[in-house]
């Protein structure tokens, strides 16, 4: 049934227009199909390989939980796990997060590794409340689940324009992003550079490090907020973020 409004100007009435009776109780009643097919279902589709995920619990309908977005980058849901879904359905758990946080997942070239951001999540004091801290970067190697630790909490403020009392904030490195030439990019927080809006707790800025979390070096200064999710464009030679 569709249903129309025309404005008549000269009598300023509105006519409606009706496409079907209504009231009929006699029309048919549509069901809708919304239950989702296999992506086997679907002969087009050759699904041959794994998908690596980040698996939130699930509290229940009336409570919500925390997604790590575009206007919470540095929080996400305590115990979500890095998943391995295979095509035929079964899952392997790749990494439990316990109390902290999986996010930011990124497959290396080789499809051999996953790089991910851990949040550390810590109690509030007084409280069973998990309140964020820090992150960290990682990466694992699926076959053999060797996890390494890339980055560490290292503070880098400019010292040349930094307050005397400054105190080094929980750092927060995000974001992988594996780079041809065997370098790694990422986001931080690690300079301590107050954001413009109140935005986050400091901002974060573009930095790319090796492979093995080494030779740490700043490329993205200007970031008057905070810049999220590098990723690589078809040239291999420029990089994008949000």
Known sequence: MHIRTLPLLAAGWLVLVAGARMGDAKDPVKILDVQPRSITADRS????????????????????IAWTEVFSPLRGEPGSDLVLLHPDGSE????????????????????RSVYFARIRNLHQPGTDKLVS?????????????T????????????????????????IYNLAP??????RLMFTSNRNGLAPTKGYTPTTLQLFVMDDDGANVEQIGHLNI?????????KDDESRRNQ
């Open 45 to 64: 589709v050759k699904y041959d390989f794994d998908i690596v995920y980040v698996r939130a619990p699930r509290r229940g309908n009336d409570e919500g």
């Open 133 to 145: 801290h820090s992150a960290d970067l990682f990466k694992i190697h699926v076959a053999t689940r």
């Open 92 to 111: 392997e758990v790749l990494v439990i997060a316990g109390d902290d946080t999986i996010t930011d997942p990124f497959v290396s070239f080789d499809g």
């Open 177 to 182: 992003c594996p780079l041809p030439g065997g």
């Open 225 to 233: 907020n905070s810049a999220l999710h590098p990723t690589i464009l």
């Open 147 to 170: 996890v390494v630790q890339l980055s560490r909490q290292s503070f880098t403020p400019n010292t040349g324009v930094a307050l005397a009392n400054q105190i080094a904030p929980g």
